[in-house]
């Protein structure tokens, strides 16, 4: 078996660095602003994109690529906050919505300033609009090859 080129475990070693870079700043300004955890706020903005602030938990899960059981822990924490409820699905009684609160909803809107000028701050600035096509080109190709998060 051939050793893979050097490019690539720089490149892996890379990406892994600054997307954890990149995550830790945008924690940082979230906790410290908003007291609101990265993930915390990634399960709301998903709420409060999707038609009437609710998603099954399942759907919810794939979007923010949490386990089932890690993404049942933050929903426990987010609801005891007030931040979101739980509601019954009527087609399947096993299913379950996460809907976003209008607490929830007034948290998102006051945290999401502190994190558009995070990803601005600490991508966008210091990407040219050449740059930006061309990260989003090879991003878009690795995302499609990419199975749904099972937790696994």
């Known amino acids: 078996m051939t050793s893979p080129p050097a490019a690539e475990p720089a490149f892996w070693r890379s990406m892994l660095r600054a997307q954890a870079q990149i995550s830790r ?20 903005a998903h709420l409060g994109d999707a038609p009437g602030g609710r998603l099954r938990m399942n759907d919810l899960a794939d979007r923010v690529l949490l386990s089932r059981s890690g993404l049942t822990r933050l929903v426990d924490r987010l609801q005891s906050e007030g931040l979101v409820c ?3 699905c009527a087609s399947d009684a096993r ?18 300033p502190t994190y558009q000028r ?4 600490y991508v966008l600035s210091r990407l040219d609009e050449h740059d930006l096509l061309v990260v989003g080109a090879l991003l878009d190709k690795l995302a499609d090859g990419a199975y749904p998060f099972d937790g696994r």
């Open 95 to 112: 299913g379950l919505f996460a809907v976003l609160t209008p607490a929830g909803r007034s948290r998102l809107a006051e945290a999401t």
């Open 86 to 88: 739980r509601e019954s």
């Open 25 to 44: 700043r945008l924690q940082a300004d979230l906790a410290g602003s908003h007291d609101l955890a990265l993930a915390a706020y990634d399960v709301l």
């Open 118 to 121: 995070g990803v601005r701050d």
